[in-house]
Nanobody, 121 residues
Framework: QVQLRESGGGLVQAGGSLRLSCVAS????????MGWFRQAPGKEREFVAR????????YYADSVKGRFTISRDYAKNTVFLQMNNIEPGDTALYYC??????????????WGQGTQVTVSS
């Protein structure tokens, strides 16, 4: 099992910045990818960004490319999401996720409780 604890959410004005953090604990040796999803009220949960834990390879949703940056602190089992030039459409509950599936595509096996980001216009 991997446990995830997010932090860093809050209220931010449009155009501002915010940095989310997620600390993983438990069987962290099994982590292959870490990432972020989000869910806005009345909408489906959507992928935001992911990072391959060992290589640092990053992949983003088109909606956040160029504005958000995912990074990791390998030694601290922590993943970050730097959110710049935030837009009202970024308002959502942001979830940290872990994938342990090495052979196939992400299966996102573990989820955090989420941290709320609210953008005021």
């Amino acid at each position: 099992q991997v446990q995830l604890r997010e932090s860093g959410g809050g209220l931010v004005q449009a155009g501002g910045s915010l940095r989310l953090s997620c600390v993983a604990s438990g069987r962290t040796s099994s982590m292959y990818r870490m990432g972020w999803f989000r869910q806005a009220p009345g909408k489906e949960r959507e992928f935001v960004a992911r990072i391959t834990w060992s290589t640092g390879y990053r992949y983003y949703a088109d909606s956040v490319k160029g504005r958000f940056t995912i990074s990791r602190d390998y030694a601290k089992n922590t993943v970050f999401l730097q959110m710049n030039n935030i837009e009202p459409g970024d308002t959502a509950l942001y979830y940290c996720v872990v994938d342990v599936n090495v052979r196939d595509g992400p299966t996102w096996d573990y989820w955090g409780q989420g941290t709320q980001v609210t953008v005021s216009s």
